[in-house]
Each structure stands twice: as C-alpha cells, then as structure tokens.
C-alpha cells in the first residue's frame, strides 16, 4: 500500500513539474524554475521509493501513462489547450494500455505488489 502511496505522489510531483515548465515559458520566467526542479526531482524520488513494492514495468507504465493523461487535462482546464476526440481515444488507450499491463503480470516469485491490486 505504500508504494502505492509513494506512486501517486510521484504522478502529482511529476503533473505538477510540467505545469512549471508550462508556466517557466521556456525557462524565461522565474519564478516556475523553482517548481520545476521541485517537481521532477520529488517525482523521480517518490518513483524510486514506489519501486521498492511495485515492479519496475507496472510503476513506469502506470506513472507515465497516468501522468500523460493528467497532464492533458491540466494542458485542457488552465491552458485552453483542445483535446480533440482522436487525442480523447488515444488517451484512453493509453489508461487500457496501462490496466492490461498490470493485469497480465505473472505472479513473481516474491510476492511484489502490481498497481491494479
């Protein structure tokens, strides 16, 4: 459960890094630098803590797929940015892509923990 935890802190870490880097304007303003690094550096550690549970393949898939699909709708609600119906169904393949990923794992000899459990 924990590196659950850890998992969803780091797609919040890694959303949020991108939006600074949205807002830093291609490193021309200030004050976003900040969150950027911020936000990359928490989401890279919170990555490598979830991994300490959660297999390798299941936790990247599942933090950038899951990041991509977040990062579109913040680009959509604060940037105005269009989702056209064709982004919408690649982006919900992307989540099934994810889903069957962690579905399909084949029970590890230690027991470690799969995102859709």
Known sequence: MKGLLYLALAIVSEVFGSTMLKLSEGFTQAWPIGGVIAGFLSAFTFLSFSLKTIDLSSAY??????GTALTAIVGFL?????????GVFGLTLVIAGVVVLNQSKAPAKEKKQTVCE
């Open 61 to 66: 898939a599942t933090w950038s797929g899951v």
């Open 78 to 86: 604060l940037f105005g940015e269009t989702i056209s119906l064709k």
